[in-house]
């Protein structure tokens, strides 16, 4: 016990910001081809880069675009976070054709999701290196991490990734046709229906009159969004407890002010959301 302590604190002690490196790896399936420029031109890969410099990590964490055999996906092994070529391109086709009247881009429906998933795949990354408890799943803790930090990042960019990521888990939802299969039910992750009430719930929680159109307009149930606060406070205390100790809070804060600023008010242009994140696929 005494070892494992003593070495615990000095991984701690060797822990550093800055410890994201990326890489683009070039499409063998000519498709994926504008998926790779565009990203790579819109520098997505560099901006997460800067985004998560302020985690205090001991050792590297790449983040990988790379083609995955026609695998729709996103995923965390051995210190790499991978996000394939087909994910974002399923994202693409599956985008909203037109702006939805409660003011969702088509765009948001690519970004929001993409960077949720990034994010996700962040957070496994920081349960295995940091060696932090997960009580119950932790494919849900993995979902929790992700929409919390997101919704640090302001109202428009909340607003924008938030509802662009509840889309594309109802269209999932939609896309999987009733399956009630036990593969379906006994997989470690929720069903994407639930992940979307899940999202949105804590956006809810975490600022009831941004969001208010979730539960006048029927996409969360009254009896959920009830509690939906006592969930996001939950999350709130459990990221203080968890993640400050391993966080570059000053560095955060001037990121995360950045990025609000960039982004302006809810009512920038999708074109100018795009730019600023920036992911531009058209």
């Avoid at 070529?85 to 948001?108: F, Q």
Wanted: proline content about 5%.
């Amino acid at each position: 016990m005494i070892l494992a302590t003593s070495t615990a604190t000095t991984a701690f002690a060797a822990s550093k910001t800055n410890q994201i490196s990326i890489r683009y790896v070039p499409p063998e399936n000519p498709t994926h081809q504008q998926v790779y420029t565009n990203l790579k031109q819109n520098l997505m890969l560099e901006r997460l880069q800067v985004f998560l410099s302020p985690f205090r990590l001991p050792k590297t964490i790449r983040i990988s675009l790379t083609g995955c055999d026609g695998e729709a996906d996103a995923w965390y092994e051995d210190d790499e976070i991978t996000i394939c070529y087909e994910y974002v391109h399923d994202l693409w086709t599956n985008r909203l054709k037109e702006t939805t009247l409660s003011g969702v881009a088509p765009i948001d429906t690519v970004i929001g999701p993409l960077l949720e998933a990034t994010l996700h795949e962040f957070a496994h990354a920081l349960f295995d290196i940091l060696e932090l408890p997960v009580l119950g799943r932790e494919e849900d803790a993995a979902d929790q991490v992700a929409a919390y930090i997101l919704l640090q990042l302001g109202k428009s960019v909340a607003r924008r990734t938030i509802s662009g990521t509840a889309y594309a888990y109802r269209f999932e939802e939609t896309r999987s046709g009733g399956d009630c299969s036990p593969e379906r039910f006994a997989n470690e992750h929720e069903t994407p229906a639930q992940r979307a009430y899940n999202q949105m719930c804590l956006a809810y929680g975490s600022d009831k009159e941004l969001f208010a159109d979730y539960v006048s307009l029927g996409y969360l149930p009254k009896e959920r969004a009830e509690f939906c606060d006592e969930e996001y406070f939950q999350i709130k205390e459990a990221f203080k407890i968890l993640f400050h100790p391993h966080l570059d809070l000053d560095l955060a804060e001037k990121i995360l002010e950045r990025e609000r600023a960039c982004i302006g008010n809810s009512n920038s242009a999708p074109g100018e959301w795009a730019h600023c994140v920036p992911v531009q696929l058209e």
